[in-house]
């Protein structure tokens, strides 16, 4: 492939690599500084080269060298998660956001061509461009270059120390296990929710994309960015200010809200998605807040009074908060809605 790339004269609009993982012997020859100057002077004005890059079996300090090395040589810099480890380098010289009309045609050529929608559909649950790149972009060259200065370190990997191929395998049987969960939570730490507000607004997303936000932000809560992800959530709202799920997300993570105002967002929850509303009970009973958590299941028994669950963990709210006496009403009202629940049989 490199002897390829070398030995042809372009240009070409798109280099795209997928070499087998860097440790093998041979292929770190795909990852070094003067491969990437060799494909920058093939590509087209305008041309882009995308690399996959593993977060499996792989250090952040690798992860990072590579990164290094390509913003070496290429100005401009996208990652794109693909699945849970794997990810997408794009680098290019000029703007590598696209333009609203050109997420059209992508749109058109894709609903039109069936083996590519159903694809789509089948490996990432959606044909939606825009909600697709919505909760997949995470870095623009501002947020690779903060990512790249939190794992440290100013290595290249070039054709004489061929750093990657001698240093990856030592990660394959390191004590830590498998570390690529640190490289996506710093990943994650390096967000900036001013790259989701530029497409969006760029793209002309609308409601229709909410899907691709609250996959996006989902990531950020599970890799503990809470500051970015209540950004996300906020930006969603903007477009369905009624979502269950946005609304339990802001009142978990969102600062303080006053009781009469958490009541009304806990009312509305609760008319759209009851099972939100079991979930915002149940997150602030992890968190302690025992008072709020008592405030959404008192609601939950007021909306849906035929519920044993809700009847349940209302008891278990005031249980916590030692109202003992109305914790015991709760659970017989809950025992006398179903007396065969396995959760009231003796132990």
Known sequence: GRSFVQGSAGPWDLILSEPSNPWIAGVANLFTEEFYRSAQSKLSRDGILVQWL???????????????????????????????????????????????????ELQRRVDTLQPAHDDLERYFGTSDIRTLLLGRVLLDERGVQQFVASVGGDELNTDLNLRLEFDAPRRLFHERGDPGAETMRL???????????RMCTQWRVDARQLAGLKQLKTLLFQNLNNAQA????????????????????????APEVAPDEFLEITRRITARAPLEAL??????????????????????????????????????ALKLLRQDSEAVIALDKARSLDPLDDAFRPR
Request: aromatic fraction near 8%; charged fraction near 20%.
């Open 230 to 253: 209540t950004n996300v959530v906020d930006l969603a709202l903007a477009y369905d200010s009624e979502d269950a799920e946005l609304l339990t997300d802001q009142l978990l993570f």
């Open 187 to 197: 990943m994650c730490a390096a967000y900036d929710v001013a790259l989701l507000q």
């Open 54 to 104: 593993q977060a499996y079996s792989f250090s952040e300090r690798e992860y990072a060298l590579v990164i290094r090395t390509l913003t070496r040589v290429f100005g401009r810099c996208l990652l794109v998660r693909i699945s849970d480890y794997d990810t997408l380098l794009v680098v290019g010289n000029g703007d590598l956001l696209p333009r609203a009309a050109a997420l059209d």
């Open 279 to 316: 979930r915002l009970g149940l997150s602030l009973t992890r968190l302690n807040q025992d008072v709020a958590a008592r405030m959404v299941f008192e609601h939950l028994t007021v909306a849906h009074p035929n519920s044993v669950t809700a009847w349940t963990q209302y008891s278990i």
